[in-house]
Nanobody
């Protein structure tokens, strides 16, 4: 089992920055990749960014490329999402997710709210 706890959300203005953190515990030694997803009101959950621990490969949604940066500290079992140049359309609940198998994200955090005002 894996437990994921996000932190760092909040209310900011357009153009501001925020950094989200996700601390993993449990079977973290088996973690294949971790990612960030978000869900805005009335919309489906969407992929934001991901990191594969082996090799450090990074993945981004087109909507956040150049503005968001995912990084991880394997020793601390923590993944971060640095969000710059935030836009009102980035407003959502952000979820951290973990994948032990390489096939699907099977573990999810409780989510942290990010609100960007115009």
């Amino acid at each position: 089992q894996v437990q994921l706890v996000e932190s760092g959300g909040g209310l900011v203005q357009a153009g501001d920055s925020l950094r989200l953190s996700c601390a993993a515990s449990g079977r973290t030694f088996s973690m294949y990749r971790m990612g960030w997803f978000r869900q805005a009101p009335g919309k489906e959950r969407e992929f934001v960014a991901g990191i594969r621990w082996s090799g450090g490969r990074l993945y981004y949604a087109d909507s956040v490329k150049g503005r968001f940066t995912i990084s991880g500290d394997n020793a601390k079992n923590t993944v971060y999402l640095q969000m710059n140049s935030l836009k009102p359309e980035d407003t959502a609940v952000y979820y951290c997710a973990g994948d032990l198998t390489g096939y699907n994200y099977g573990y999810w955090g409780q989510g942290t709210q990010v609100t960007v005002s115009s």
